[in-house]
């Protein structure tokens, strides 16, 4: 029971990996809309129909936090953050929060919306 | 479908419906979410642009040869380039690279657009820069110049420049601001560079003082107006050494105020000049930033100076160059090196938009500019044909037709917010000043040929040769002070002074019914104030009146600002036969002050003798704490906050007749050089304050009671003087605001040593100071020192952004590098490289 539960975790994390990646890849070559089509996707073709919306959202997360922290070795992301989250009247913990927030939203609406038109004989 | 089920299928729609909102469209002034917070595209990429560009090889069109670009350890690109052209291709490219959305900022500005961004907050000052013709102006210059010409040359490469920079940088080399305000930039064109040289004679050369003058003209008479606005500075200290190895006090006893015509007279500052002192805010602005201690005369300032061998402990020629300016974030300057082997090798500071170098030197010439304040526009009463819709104007006994030109100006949306109908005589734009039309005649509208005037300065190889090279300069008139590796210094006042009929003052609004009255030409170059190796060994300039009036009949202006910064650089050079170039750098900051040297004694001696016959312990304790004073604004002093305090209290009760009955405030400010040659006559009429009615005040009791006034002032705003709450750093800061004035962006509260009417000027709201600072010893190699209030970088997010305001602040100066050739320049001193190949090569 417990090594089946801790494959099954497995499986969802590689998704979760795999998926964010392909959120980050697909965000660097169509930009921001590629997170909720892509969740479209992923809500409409995902094998866990009621798991899809979690994992595309944990995924759009993931894999904006993947840009952001290669973003972070490549240039000073703290003094951005610091700056232009002074200048939005909020802070940078907050800014980076609220980026990473905007595409969990993103996903996670977008993957339910799109698991709803889905036909109920591919409902598991 | 359950209900649980649907309701979460609901939330998730309206969650999608607001996600994809707010990312596409943003909420209020926010840009859209999606793009702003994109980790790839969005606001975080500039992280990934925040460092010198290294190792970076790309094509350009129309480049001759490949061009070769090394930034310094201090971000400075250093160009070697084979011709003219493609160095100046590439200037155009670095400066867009670093300074997109300033290039676009000063554009708008010229152009009256920045309500596109910013909306009705923007559209008082847009309509005042259209009124003023001066991107028409730019227009009608561009469209008739030479192609052929080197002007055009010139401004055509660096648009080249900025365009192959802006065709070619990717999503994270976008500003911040364009981000932000949800804006792409506008395409650069050749005459935005036409668009900053008008601009810079805005800020230089724009004057409202015509107008103002005719009202109290009414209000005092005009005999008074010409003694408290006189043609001729009181002080005389000129920029052209008249000789006398001192200054000359011309000190008369200014005619009394007249019976006013107009008692009820309109207040000239809320009907004239609605925007016209924006750049450093009204004074009403200044009063509430800045409390008691707020210097009534606007900081407007610069000041250079250059000494020859036999003054210099080197026994080579120094040369200072210190412009103030309105500061930014970034910086108004970009500093630079070009190289042109066998043509060209300048270095210094353009300014983004400008397709040269403006101050610096090469390895022979060093120069620098103080803003000459000359007049050089003038009004013209207009009589036309329909006041509320004219199509002609009256001249020389006919109807003349008006160009005129519909501006429509708009919101950021796209919205029309105004549309006015600018009309223009054969002088200029037609104004409305009350219920007058006016028309201006200004050089700043007539060719400026700043550009080439420049370029060939740069190319200099001698005083000689720089002179020449900038006699063909017009506007906005500049002292421009340079010095050689031969030891040879000079300093020339350089603009198109008009010759005007009559008096050939300028000081009156004309008839403009008559061509007679019209411009008759230009001063020939002949005439300019000039100076080259004069005796005395040293030359400067701080923006006083630049020739001495008993040497001439040449009229250049009226009501010169007062002379404190360059008496005082007067005499530090004076003093020092064996100047160095760190004791140069030690005057950019120089705590002492000539006005407190004049009027300190004044208030004591006035003080004491008023205590002889009144016993007023609080006057008595502000001349015991005045008198501990060294007259040193440093950033520790404790008493400068109190004669600033008695100066303005001082201002305000001497100048009481000045003050249009109900305005509340002045109608103008005599110069404190005025205000010290009153205190010569202790009984002149305008020591009354002609509000206390059966008193008449003398000067003592006028200087007491400010002095009194002042500590009760001080000690209201800043507590007792134990303690740091007079701490002059605690008191006078400066501020640099960024440009679109995010004060996340912005460097405030610094602490500097200076003051009002220092060398180191730091008043007010403190958003006006040095813009620039460099010392230049020409020797066998020329050395040089620089800094300025910012950094290379327009990239908040880059270490270059504001990396240089602490030396500023510290008075300091960084050594520039001053390669001859890409390979001088090794190891730690390369901070990053570029290399530009023509494209397809």
């Known amino acids: ?103 969990m939203v993103l996903a996670w609406s977008a993957a339910v919306v799109a698991g709803a038109l889905r036909s109920p004989g591919r409902r598991q | 479908m359950t209900l649980l089920r649907r309701l979460r299928v609901g939330l998730a ?151 192959a920079w802006t065709h070619q940088m990717q999503p994270e080399d976008l500003p911040f601001e364009y981000r932000f305000l949800g804006q792409e930039p506008l395409p650069w064109e050749p005459v935005h560079s036409l668009y900053l040289m008008k601009r810079m004679g805005y800020t230089l050369a724009y004057s409202t003082h015509d107008l103002t003058r005719r009202r109290l003209v009414d209000l005092i008479g005009s005999e008074a107006t010409g003694d408290l606005f006189p043609l001729n500075s009181p002080i005389q200290e000129p920029i052209q050494p008249n000789g006398l190895g001192a200054p000359r006090f011309d000190f008369e006893e200014p005619v009394g105020p007249g019976v006013p015509r107009m008692r009820e007279l309109e207040d000239v500052t809320a009907a004239v000049l609605p925007s016209v002192v924006g750049e450093v805010g009204s004074t009403s602005d200044r009063a509430a930033s800045c409390g008691s201690i707020c210097a009534a005369e606007p900081a407007l300032a610069s000041n250079n100076w250059a000494v020859s061998p036999a003054r210099s402990a080197s026994g080579h020629a120094l040369l200072s160059g210190d412009p103030h300016l309105t500061l930014s974030l970034p910086s108004i300057w970009y500093e630079a090196h070009m190289v042109v082997p066998g043509e060209l090798d300048v270095y210094g500071v353009t300014i983004p938009g400008s397709p040269g170098i403006i101050i610096g030197f090469n390895r022979d010439v060093a120069w620098s500019f103080t803003n000459t304040g000359a007049d050089v526009l003038d009004y013209f009463q207009e009589v036309v044909d329909d006041p509320a819709q004219p199509s002609s104007y009256w001249l020389d006994d006919e109807w003349r037709p008006l160009e005129s030109s519909v501006e429509e100006f708009y919101g950021p949306n796209g919205e029309l917010l105004a549309v006015d109908t600018l009309y223009f005589t054969h002088r200029g734009p037609l104004i409305r000043d ?13 060719e400026s040929e700043a550009t080439v005037a420049l370029f060939e300065a740069g190319r200099s190889g001698s005083v000689a040769q720089w002179v020449s090279a900038m006699s063909t300069y017009r506007s906005p008139a500049q002292n421009g002070i340079v010095a050689d590796r031969s030891g040879s210094i000079a300093i020339m006042s350089i603009g198109a002074y008009p010759i005007r009929a009559g008096s050939g003052d300028g000081t009156e609004v004309r008839d403009g019914t008559r061509s007679a ?90 003080a004491n003798e008023v205590l002889v016959t009144l016993a007023d312990s609080q006057l008595a304790e502000a001349a015991r704490l005045l008198a501990e004073w060294d007259r040193q604004y440093t950033k520790d002093d404790q008493r400068a906050v109190l004669f600033e305090a008695a100066m303005n209290e001082l201002e305000r009760n001497t100048w009481d007749e000045l003050q249009p009955r109900g305005s509340g405030r002045l109608l103008a400010g005599p110069t404190q050089a005025v205000l010290a040659q009153l205190v010569s006559f202790p009984e002149s009429e305008w020591w009354d304050d002609a509000r206390t009615f059966g008193v008449v005040e003398t000067r003592d009791e006028i200087l007491a009671l400010s002095l009194r006034n002042a500590l009760q002032n001080v000690l209201r705003e800043f507590g007792p003087p134990q303690g740091d709450g007079w701490r002059w750093d605690r008191v006078q800061r400066a501020n640099i605001h960024h440009l679109l004035g995010f004060m996340a962006l912005s460097a405030l509260d610094l602490p500097v040593q200076g003051g009002p009417g220092n060398l180191n000027p730091s008043s007010g709201s403190g958003t006006f100071g040095a813009s620039w600072r460099m010392v230049v010893e020409l020797g066998p190699e020329v050395t040089a020192w620089t800094t300025y209030p910012g950094g290379q970088s ?46 397809g090569s």
């Not at chain 1, 003094?79 to 927030?101: C, E, F, P």
């Not at chain 2, 007058?436 to 007539?446: K, N, P, Q």
Request: with cysteine.
């Open chain 1, 1 to 103: 029971m417990i090594v089946r539960r801790r494959n099954q975790f497995q499986i969802v994390a590689l998704k979760v990996l795999l998926l964010g990646m392909a959120f980050a890849l697909a965000t660097m070559v169509f930009g921001w809309w590629a997170v909720p089509a892509l969740a479209a996707v992923w809500g409409l073709i995902a094998p866990n129909r009621n798991r899809a919306p979690l994992l595309a959202a944990v995924a759009a997360g993931w894999g904006w936090v993947l840009l952001l922290l290669w973003t972070a070795i490549l240039g000073p992301i703290m003094t951005l953050a610091a700056r232009a989250a002074n200048v939005m009247g909020t802070g940078s913990a907050s800014l980076l929060g609220m980026t990473v927030a905007f595409s």
């Open chain 2, 13 to 163: 729609a309206v969650l999608l419906g607001c996600g994809l909102y707010v990312g596409s469209c943003g909420i209020g002034v926010v840009a859209p979410f999606g793009p702003l917070l994109d980790p790839a595209h969005g606001i975080w990429a500039l992280a990934r642009s925040a460092r010198v560009a290294n190792n970076v090889e790309t094509g350009i069109p129309s480049l001759d040869s490949e061009v070769r670009i090394v930034y310094d350890r201090r971000a400075v690109p250093h160009i070697f380039a084979s011709t003219v052209d493609d160095a100046v291709r590439a200037l155009g490219y670095v400066v867009a690279r670093d300074r997109l959305f300033q290039l676009e900022v000063q554009t708008r500005a010229t152009a009256g657009r920045l309500a596109e961004w910013a909306g009705r907050n923007a559209l008082r000052a847009d309509r005042l820069q259209r009124s003023l013709g001066l991107a028409r102006s730019a227009e009608r210059e561009f469209a008739a110049l030479d192609p052929e010409s080197t002007e055009m040359r010139l401004i055509q490469a660096y648009a080249e420049g900025v365009w």
């Open chain 2, 434 to 446: 009350g219920g007058e039309l006016l028309s201006m005649r200004w050089t700043v509208l007539d």
């Open chain 2, 517 to 606: 009255n019209d411009w008759r030409g230009y001063w020939p170059v002949s005439r300019y104030p000039f100076a080259l190796n004069p005796a005395q060994g040293f030359l400067a300039s701080a923006n006083q009146q630049p020739i001495d009036p008993d040497t001439t009949d040449l009229y250049l202006g009226v009501n010169w600002p007062s002379p404190w910064r360059a008496l005082r650089i007067n005499a530090l050079l004076r003093a020092d036969s064996q100047v160095t170039a760190e004791a140069m750098r030690l005057y950019h900051t120089d705590p002492r002050n000539a006005k407190a040297d004049f009027f300190v004694p004044a208030f004591l001696g006035a």
């Open chain 2, 794 to 839: 327009g990239n908040p997010a880059s270490k270059w952004y504001d990396n240089r305001i602490s030396t500023w602040v510290d008075g300091e100066l960084e050594e520039v590098l001053f390669p001859i050739s890409a390979g001088q320049l090794k190891g730690g001193d390369v901070g990053g490289s570029i290399t530009l190949r023509p494209e």
